[in-house]
């Protein structure tokens, strides 16, 4: 019996030893953790400046007498515009934002037919100044993130308020007559866009851009005192080219993912 008992003993060794021998050879268990990259989203403040490319526009003087008197060689100057707006990070390409912009003043000019003129083909130079404000809607879609530079595209609608004044007349013969009375409207806005950002760090970002506006129309203060009665000059087909420069702060870090440490493996000191 005893015999028996420490056969089994050294049978009962003998397996332990061997199951450890089999275990040592297995290699190290790994678990490795995914990192969770956070959804993009956050709200971010923007400021911007820039110089506007006015195309001609077309002009004219409605008298109710003679109908409307189509200028020629219309132009108007170039401007400067400064924005600010607030706006949302949606998802990895989407974004939108409302922008409040105040374009300064830029002078119209036309040359209209001077009627009763002594020698025909004379003109008269009319003048007057432009200014606007808009505010805009606008969305992006922002198509990839390369060394920290992101283009887009976009597009935007709003209400654009037109306000023309300091109407001047010269008349062929160096008469002239002024008007300096405000007046301004609401018309319906539009805009595309195309740009670029670049990212400094996770909150602060430079964004450099074009934008196409449409603006709609001016019209300038009723002239009644023109010898025909109740007359308005009209500045239509408002349209610039922008170039825009701005810094937006984003408030959550963007959507830049956090840094991880990388997996490393479990392992037992027993």
């Known amino acids: 019996m005893g015999m028996f008992l420490k056969r089994l003993s050294l049978a009962g060794v003998a397996v332990?030893?061997?199951?450890?021998?089999?275990?040592?050879?297995?290699?190290?268990?790994?678990?490795?953790?995914?990192?969770?990259?956070?959804?993009?989203?956050?709200?971010?403040?923007?400021?911007?400046?820039?110089?506007?490319?006015?195309?001609?526009?077309?002009?004219?003087?409605?008298?109710p007498l003679i109908g409307d008197l189509r200028y020629e060689r219309e132009s108007l100057d170039d401007a400067w515009m400064?924005?600010?707006?607030?706006?949302?990070?949606?998802?990895?390409?989407?974004?939108?934002?409302?922008?409040?912009?105040?374009?300064?003043?830029?002078?119209?000019?036309?040359?209209?037919?001077?009627?009763?003129?002594?020698?025909?083909?004379?003109?008269?130079?009319?003048?007057?100044d432009i200014d606007v404000w808009t505010v805009m809607l606008n969305g992006y879609v922002d198509i990839g993130t390369w060394h920290r530079i992101t283009p887009y595209v976009g597009a935007g609608i709003g209400a654009a308020?037109?306000?023309?004044?300091?109407?001047?007349?010269?008349?062929?013969?160096?008469?002239?007559?002024?008007?300096?009375?405000?007046?301004?409207?609401?018309?319906?806005?539009?805009?595309?866009?195309?740009?670029?950002?670049?990212?400094?760090?996770?909150?602060?970002?430079?964004?450099?851009?074009?934008?196409?506006?449409?603006?709609?129309?001016?019209k300038t203060v009723r002239l009644d005192n023109v010898g025909t009665g109740g007359t308005r000059e009209k500045w239509e087909d408002l349209v610039a080219h922008e170039f825009r420069l701005g810094m937006r702060y984003t408030f959550n870090g963007g959507t830049a993912a956090p840094a991880y440490y990388p997996a490393q493996p479990i392992t037992s000191n027993f």
């Open 16 to 63: 332990v030893i061997s199951t450890a021998v089999q275990a040592a050879d297995l290699p190290t268990p790994v678990i490795e953790y995914t990192p969770e990259v956070p959804a993009a989203g956050g709200w971010y403040l923007r400021g911007d400046i820039g110089y506007k490319l006015y195309q001609d526009p077309s002009g004219s003087f409605n008298d």
């Open 82 to 128: 400064f924005g600010v707006g607030v706006g949302y990070q949606v998802n990895d390409y989407f974004r939108t934002d409302l922008t409040l912009d105040y374009e300064t003043k830029a002078t119209a000019t036309g040359y209209a037919p001077c009627v009763g003129c002594a020698t025909a083909g004379q003109f008269s130079r009319e003048t007057a």
């Open 161 to 218: 308020y037109v306000n023309a004044s300091s109407k001047n007349s010269v008349n062929p013969d160096g008469s002239t007559a002024s008007y300096e009375g405000d007046n301004g409207q609401w018309n319906f806005a539009w805009a595309l866009m195309a740009g670029a950002e670049y990212a400094f760090t996770p909150n602060w970002s430079l964004d450099a851009g074009y934008r196409y506006k449409d603006l709609g129309e001016a």
